[in-house]
C-alpha cells in the first residue's frame, strides 16, 4: 500500500469503557490493537465506519495508561454517533497528529493553565506531565471554567491536584442551588493567580472568544506573547496537511498546530475556531 493510502487508513481500535462525564461529554477508553506513542495536545481522528471522523485530542497520559482516553463532547452529526457507542465497539483510529505542547522553556518558572469547558481535556495529559515534574517547576495553577457545576468535566483529577499543591480556581458561568464557588467568566478569575506573569507560561485551551480574551488579558498582565500558548480547532478533513479544510492565514491547524504562540497568531482572527 502507498504511503498516502496509509495515511488516510484509520488502525482498528476497541472501546473498553464508556464515562458519562457530563449530560453532553463523555469519555471513551479506546485501545487501539497498534498502540502509539503520543505527546500532550495531540489528537487523533476519531473514525466511525459509515459515519465520519472527527478530530478529537487525546486526554490521557502516555506511559500511564495503556489505552488512550478521549473526552468527547456531543455536538453533531459524527459526535452524537460517537455518543451512541457501548464498551465492546470497534472504532477506527488515525494519528496522533499536530505538534504538542511545548513544555521544555517553562521549568523553572510559574505555570499557569486556563481551560474553558471541554478544553480541560486536551490540558489534561499537559498537566499531569508537569505535576509528576513538579521540582522542575514554580507555582503551578489553573483557572477552569465551565457553563455550569454539572458540567466540570475530571473532578476527581481536580481533586488530585489540588492535593499535590495545585491553585485551582474553578469557577461557573451559572451557579446552582449547591454551589457555593466562584462565578462568571474565567477573565474575571485571572487576577486570583499569584503567578509571576513577566517569566510565566500559559497554557490556554477553551472557546474561541474565551482564549482570544485570556490570550490578551495575560499578555496585558505583562506575560511575553511567546510564553502564551493555546491550540486552535478548525474543520479537518485528513489530518496531514493535504486537503487545506483547516488552512488559515498561512498555516495548516493540523500540521503547524493545533498549538500555537499568542505570538504566531495575534495578528490572525481566532474565529477559525468553534
Ligand atoms: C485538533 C482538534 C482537537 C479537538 N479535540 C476535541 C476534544 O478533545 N473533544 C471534543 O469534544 N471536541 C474536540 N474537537 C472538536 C471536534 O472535532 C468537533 O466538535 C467535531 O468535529 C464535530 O463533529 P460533528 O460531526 O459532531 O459536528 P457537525 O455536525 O459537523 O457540526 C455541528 C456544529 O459544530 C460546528 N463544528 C463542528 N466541528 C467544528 C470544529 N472543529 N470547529 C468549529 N466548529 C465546528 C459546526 O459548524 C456545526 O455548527 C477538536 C477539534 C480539533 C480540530
Ligand atoms: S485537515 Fe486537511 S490540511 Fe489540515
Known amino acids: 500500500m502507498s504511503r498516502i493510502a496509509e495515511i488516510y487508513l484509520p488502525s482498528k481500535a476497541k472501546v473498553i469503557d464508556v464515562i458519562e462525564m457530563t449530560p453532553d461529554s463523555k469519555l471513551f477508553m479506546v485501545m487501539p490493537e497498534m498502540p502509539f506513542k503520543y505527546k500532550p495536545g495531540q489528537f487523533v481522528m476519531f473514525s466511525l465506519w459509515g459515519v465520519g471522523e472527527v478530530p478529537i485530542s487525546i486526554a490521557s497520559t502516555f506511559g500511564v495508561q495503556k489505552h488512550i482516553e478521549l473526552c468527547v463532547r456531543r455536538v453533531g452529526h459524527v459526535t452524537s ?42 490540558l489534561r495529559y499537559l498537566i499531569n506531565e508537569v505535576i509528576k515534574n513538579k521540582k522542575d517547576f514554580r507555582r503551578i495553577e489553573l483557572i477552569y471554567g465551565s457553563r455550569n457545576p454539572s458540567e466540570i468535566l475530571f473532578m476527581d483529577d481536580i481533586n488530585s491536584w489540588q492535593k499535590k499543591g495545585i491553585n485551582v480556581v474553578l469557577t461557573v458561568d451559572r451557579k446552582d442551588k449547591d454551589w457555593r464557588g466562584n462565578t462568571g467568566i474565567v477573565t474575571e478569575h485571572l487576577n486570583k493567580a499569584k503567578v509571576s506573569f513577566k517569566d510565566a507560561h500559559a497554557f490556554i485551551c477553551g472557546p ?5 480574551a485570556v ?24 489530518g496531514v496537511g493535504k486537503c487545506g479544510h483547516c488552512y488559515a492565514d498561512g498555516k495548516y491547524i493540523c500540521i503547524d498546530g493545533p498549538v500555537f504562540s499568542y505570538r504566531e497568531i495575534r495578528q490572525y482572527n481566532l474565529n477559525c475556531t468553534p
Do not use: W
Not at 465492546?88 to 494519528?95: A, E, F, H, M, Q
Not at 496522533?96 to 486536551?122: E, Q, S
Not at 474561541?208 to 482570544?212: H, R
Open 81 to 122: 454517533a460517537i455518543h451512541r457507542l457501548k464498551t465492546g465497539d470497534d472504532i477506527g483510529i488515525r494519528g496522533p497528529f499536530g505538534n504538542a505542547f511545548p513544555i521544555t522553556n517553562a521549568r523553572g518558572k510559574d505555570t499557569l493553565f486556563v481551560a474553558g469547558g471541554v478544553g480541560i481535556a486536551p
Open 215 to 238: 490570550m490578551q488579558d495575560i499578555s496585558q498582565l505583562g506575560m511575553y506573547e511567546e510564553n502564551i500558548f493555546t491550540t486552535l480547532e478548525s474543520h479537518m478533513k485528513c
Open 208 to 212: 474561541s472568544v474565551m482564549i482570544k
